[in-house]
C-alpha cells in the first residue's frame, strides 16, 4: 500500500529529554564521575512524574541526553535530533522535560515545536517545572502569554549568559587554562588545579614512541598497526579503564588505534608543554563548531611540563604526510557492516573498512567493487524505483478518486437529508404553534429530529475527516519531483545522497544495504539489498 502497513499495536512511548552545558551554574568538573549531579536530578525528576501518574503505567519509556551542549541551537544536539528523527517516525508518543529550558532555549524555535510540529504529529508535550501539558489545552492553544513570556525570559538568559561565557572562556584561554571534560592522551589534570595538565607517565610513555617511530620512517598507518599488534590500549580505552568516565565510547563499538589517532597526536602542540587554543567557534546561525582564523588563536607558552622536545616535534612535523584515505568533497555514505565504522577509499578506489590497515588480526570488510562501481549500482536502484513510484502513484491516485468521489457523493446525500430534516422540523414546530399536533407528540417527535440530525451530523465529520485523510499528501510531490530529478542523473551526486540515503552498509560479498531517508523510507521498504559482483577492482 501507499502507506505504510499498519503496525501491531505498541505500548504508549514516552521520551525523557534531558539536557546540560557549560551555560548552566551547576556543572562541574570531576573525573569519577560520568554525569553530572544535574543531569541526575533532572532524571530523577521526571522518573518520579512518570510514576505519579496511574496513565502511565505499563508506558514504554525512553531517555535522550546530550551533557554539555547548548540550548540555543537544536540540531546540533545528537539525542535530541535521534529524539525528533523518531517522532517523525511515529516511535514517540509523548515527550517529558524538566522545563522549557532543558528542551531549548530559543523562543522562536520552541514555538515552532509547540505549536507547529507537535499537535501535526500528535505528540504531547510536558514541561514539569512549568506545569504545562498540551493535552489539557483546548485546540490551538500553547499555554497562554505566560508560557510565551517565560520562552522569551529563557532566550534572552541563554543570548547574556553566551557573551558572559565567551569572555571568560577568553580570559582562561590567554591564562593557559585546560578547560577540556576530557583530559588529553599522555596527560592527567593536576589536583592542585583542575585547569592544569601534569604527565600521566604511562600514556605519556606511548605519546614519545609514536613520535619516535615517525622519526624513524614508519606511515602513521604502521604506527597505528605497531600499537594494535602490541595490544596497547587506545585513547578512548585507556582514559576510560583509567577512571575519566567523560570518555565514552558513544558508538559502543571495539576501539583501535587508527592512522587518524595517530595524526592527530603527532601534530599536536600541547605536546611540546604550549597551550594552543580557541581553534574553533560555534556559528551563529548552524550552531555547529567551524574553525577560526590561526591568527585568533591564543597560544600560551611553557603552561606544562612536555612530553616530546620541540625539536622532535618540528622535526616531524615536517616529515609529516597525511594520506588522503577519505572522499575528497564528496559525502561519504558508506558503511563498514561489521563495525559500523565509515568506509575508506583505498588504492583502486576499492571500498574497504579502515581497521583492516591496522589490524593484522579480526580485520572487518573487505571487498573488490569500487565506489564507482557501487555508486553506479545505487544510482540504477533510484532510477528504478523512480518507475515503481510512478506505477504506483498512478494506480493509487486511480483507486483514490474513486474512492473521494464515492464520499463526495454520501457527503452530498447527507447534507441534504440535513436540509431535509431541519425543514421537517420546522413544520413541527408550525403545527404545535398552531395546536394541530399535542406538547407531548412535539417534545417526541423534537427529540427524534434531534437525535437524528446527530447521528448524520457525526457521520458527515467521519466522511470529511476520511476524504481529508484520502487527499494526496503535498510531500508526496516534492518526493516525486526530486526522484524525477535524480533518474535523469548520470552519476550518485552529493545532493542525490544527502536527499536521499541515511546511509549503505557494505558486506564482505560486495552486498550494499541501503537505508533510505525518512521521506523515502516511506514509499520504499526502510531497506533494500543490491548485489554487484566484479572481478576486476581497477575501475
Known amino acids: 500500500m501507499w502507506d505504510n502497513i499498519a503496525t501491531e499495536q505498541r505500548k504508549y512511548v514516552i521520551c525523557m529529554y534531558i539536557r546540560l552545558s ?19 536530578a533532572q532524571r530523577r525528576m521526571l522518573y518520579d512524574y512518570i510514576n505519579s501518574k496511574v496513565e502511565f503505567r505499563d508506558c514504554t519509556v525512553l531517555e535522550r541526553c546530550d551533557d554539555g551542549f547548548s540550548g540555543t541551537h537544536f540540531d546540533n544536539r545528537p539525542q535530541f535530533v535521534d529524539m525528533i528523527e523518531m517522532a517523525k517516525r511515529g516511535e514517540i508518543d509523548c515527550i517529558i522535560v524538566k522545563d522549557f529550558s532543558r528542551f531549548g532555549r530559543d523562543y522562536i524555535e520552541l ?6 510540529f507537535f499537535p501535526v504529529m500528535g505528540i504531547r508535550f510536558i514541561s514539569v517545572n512549568d506545569c504545562y ?67 600521566d ?37 585507556y582514559k576510560y579503564h583509567a577512571g575519566d568516565k567523560r570518555a565514552i565510547n558513544i558508538n559502543k563499538r571495539k576501539c583501535y588505534w587508527e592512522a587518524g589517532v595517530v595524526g592527530l597526536i603527532l ?15 560555534v556559528n551563529r546561525v548552524t550552531g555547529k563548531q567551524i574553525k577560526r582564523a590561526k591568527e585568533d588563536w591564543v597560544t600560551v607558552e611553557n603552561t606544562h611540563e612536555a612530553i616530546v622536545s620541540r625539536e622532535m616535534f618540528d622535526t616531524v612535523a615536517k616529515s609529516f604526510k597525511r594520506v588522503n584515505r577519505n572522499f575528497g568533497n564528496s559525502v561519504n555514505i558508506f558503511y563498514c557492516s561489521s563495525c559500523g565504522r565509515k568506509m575508506n577509499k583505498c588504492r583502486g578506489a576499492i571500498l574497504k573498512c579502515r581497521i583492516n590497515a591496522v589490524m593484522e588480526e579480526n580485520k572487518c570488510v573487505e571487498t573488490t567493487i569500487s565506489v564507482k562501481k557501487a555508486e553506479r549500482a545505487i544510482l540504477a536502484d533510484i532510477k528504478h524505483k ?37 425543514s421537517a422540523w420546522k413544520n413541527i414546530y408550525s403545527d404545535y404553534a398552531d395546536r394541530k399536533i399535542s406538547k407531548d407528540e412535539y417534545l417526541l417527535q423534537s427529540k427524534e429530529h434531534k437525535q437524528k440530525i446527530q447521528t448524520l451530523t457525526e457521520e458527515l465529520e467521519k466522511l470529511k475527516l476520511e476524504k481529508k485523510q484520502k487527499e494526496p ?16 542523473a548520470e552519476e550518485l551526486t552529493n545532493e542525490i545522497k544527502s536527499a536521499m540515503i541515511e546511509k ?10 541501503i537505508y533510505w531517508k525518512p521521506d523515502f523510507a516511506k514509499y520504499f521498504e526502510n531497506t533494500e539489498l543490491i548485489v554487484r559482483k566484479e572481478k576486476a577492482a581497477n575501475e
Request: hydrophobic share 35%; proline share 1%; net charge negative.
Open 473 to 488: 499528501d503535498a510531500s508526496t510531490d516534492v518526493v516525486e519531483l526530486l526522484l524525477q530529478k535524480f533518474s535523469e
Open 201 to 237: 607517565p604511562e600514556a605519556a610513555e606511548i605519546v614519545r614512541e609514536i613520535f619516535s617511530m615517525k622519526l624513524s620512517g614508519m606511515s602513521t598507518t604502521e604506527i597505528a598497526a605497531n600499537l594494535n599488534a602490541r595490544e596497547i590500549l587506545p585513547p578512548t580505552e
Open 111 to 116: 514555538g515552532d515545536y509547540m505549536e507547529q
Open 267 to 281: 601534530q599536536n602542540e600541547k605536546y611540546v608543554g604550549d597551550m594552543v587554543l580557541l581553534k574553533t567557534e
Open 386 to 422: 523512480y518507475r515503481i513510484f510512478i506505477d504506483m502513484k498512478s494506480e493509487l491516485e486511480d483507486e483514490v478518486r474513486g474512492k473521494i468521489k464515492s464520499l463526495d457523493e454520501r457527503i452530498v446525500s447527507i447534507t441534504k437529508t440535513l436540509d431535509y430534516i431541519d
Open 133 to 199: 501539558d498540551s493535552d489539557m489545552l483546548e485546540n490551538g492553544e500553547i499555554g497562554g502569554l505566560d508560557i510565551s513570556f517565560k520562552n522569551l525570559i529563557y532566550d534572552y538568559y541563554a543570548r547574556e549568559t553566551s557573551k558572559k561565557e565567551k569572555l571568560a572562556w577568553k580570559k582562561s584561554a590567554e591564562r593557559g587554562d585546560y578547560r577540556a571534560s576530557v583530559t588529553l592522551y599522555g596527560y592527567r589534570k593536576s589536583k592542585e588545579n583542575n585547569f592544569k595538565l601534569e604527565i
Open 504 to 513: 549503505v552498509l557494505v558486506y564482505a560479498n560486495n552486498a550494499l544495504e
Open 22 to 40: 557549560s551555560e548552566d551554574d551547576d556543572i562541574r568538573y570531576n573525573e569519577m564521575k560520568d554525569e553530572s549531579n544535574s543531569i541526575t
